[in-house]
């Protein structure tokens, strides 16, 4: 079975930053695309950042370009996200995902985790 487990999640005043940390097991994880969405209260789930399989290509919504890092550690089995500059607009639940496609990652990924709470104070 396929395990997706996050962590790293917590209150945080605007401007700080945070690390992300997502554990998978369960499958070969060098074989998957990752990704990281995010769910703002009364908001549909929303694409945040991929990385392919290598590492090699990254992708990221508009509005976290420059301030978030998507990186990938193979050995680990574990994919980070590290943001920077945060705002309260980033104040959401964050999701890691897997999927065997880096276009349908971002679509409608094969696996996903429970979810880590982000809280950006004003």
């Known amino acids: 079975q396929v395990q997706l487990v996050e962590s790293g999640g917590g209150l945080v005043q605007a401007g700080g930053s945070l690390r992300l940390s997502c554990a998978a097991s369960?499958?070969?994880?060098?074989?998957?695309?990752m990704g990281w969405f995010r769910q703002a209260p009364a908001k549909e789930r929303e694409f945040v950042a991929k990385?392919?399989?290598?590492?090699?290509?990254?992708g990221y919504v508009d509005s976290v370009k420059g301030r978030f890092t998507i990186s990938r550690d193979n050995v680990k089995n574990t994919v980070y996200l590290q943001m920077n500059s945060l705002e309260p607009a980033d104040t959401a639940v964050y999701y890691c995902?897997?999927?065997?496609?880096?276009?349908?990652?971002?679509?409608?990924?094969?696996?996903w985790g429970q979810g880590t709470q982000v809280t950006v104070s004003s």
């Open positions: 995902a897997a999927d065997s496609s880096l276009v349908t990652l971002q679509l409608n990924p094969e696996y």
């Open positions: 369960g499958l070969i994880f060098s074989n998957y695309h």
């Open positions: 990385i392919s399989r290598s590492g090699r290509i990254t």
